[in-house]
């Protein structure tokens, strides 16, 4: 499967293989390099524009798709808290909004509270539609993102021990994730979270079926000093039916002076952000700490993405 086959970014489950995320992740090396010589082609995406439809709050997705359009000569119309300011408050499906929206934007990002909104999306529309998170489905740029993380960071995609820990059942990013993880051989996965916080049987199975060997933990202790990426999540607060049930996992876990001791020397330590507790400020200056760099990795993955998907009608395949 190529880039050029890819309409609609729906769920990481789309890649079939690893040769579309190797053609993505040449492109946004290079978009990265001319960046940094401020030699990127604004013409690129001119006259294109992009609808950032947010359902959710966003700082990162919202902001980098917005600059990354941008960087590119693209420009963005936007809905911030689409479900207050929009016209869903007086009744109308997502349907009806997408469909309307597409016919003025030449791409949508969609994030979304209810999980599938970006499949449902897609169906009815024209332009493509990208997932920038729908409820506790899926977040596939930022699974892109956090790949090409670990291609830099780690060195490689294969060979590695990947614990996940925290909100691993609500965490959309972790399972949009786990797919692409188990698009490499030899890696491990190591899974903790609270008891009511344990990776969805969905995920679990696919985990099987896919021949990825994965253990579930509740301490994180045994797994510190054997893992190659520590993927840290936040305990998502918003997604509790009851503020006590969130306050009994709350803190579960925390990422501190003592846990950099007893983890391996080049180790990478990942968060899709924000964070609340679960990793202290003081990790922050160690050189294993990724999460920023992490963070500004999803600027180039997305205009890399952009680029794919607008250039076919641009036809100026070559030259961003
Ligand atoms: C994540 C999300 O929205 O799923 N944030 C992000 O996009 N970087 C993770 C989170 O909210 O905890």
Partial sequence: MHLKDLKHVTSTRQLEDTEILDELYAITDDMER????????????????????????????????????QKLGGRIIDTESAGHFSSVTKGETLEDTIRIIAGYADVIVLRHNVTGSAMRASSVSDVPVINAGDGTGEHPTQALLDMYTIKRELGRTDNYTLSMIGDLKHGRTIHSLLHLVSLYPNV?????????????????????????????????????????????????????????DYERVKGSYIINKESLWKMKKDAVIMHPLPRVDEISPEVDTDKRAAYFRQAKNGMYVRMALLQSLLKRKNGNENSY
């Fill in 34 to 69: 001319r960046d940094s010589r401020h030699d990127l082609n604004r013409a690129s995406l001119r006259g294109r524009l992009l609808a950032n439809v947010f359902y959710e709050p966003s700082t990162r997705t919202r902001f980098s798709f917005d600059a990354a359009m």
């Fill in 188 to 244: 491990k996965v190591n899974l903790a979270s609270p008891e009511e916080l344990k990776l969805p049987e969905e995920y679990k199975e696919y985990l099987m079926i896919k021949k990825i060997p994965f253990e579930e933990h509740f301490n994180i202790e045994s797994i510190l000093e054997n893992s190659d990426v520590l993927y840290v999540t936040r305990i998502q607060k918003e997604r509790f039916s009851s503020l006590e």
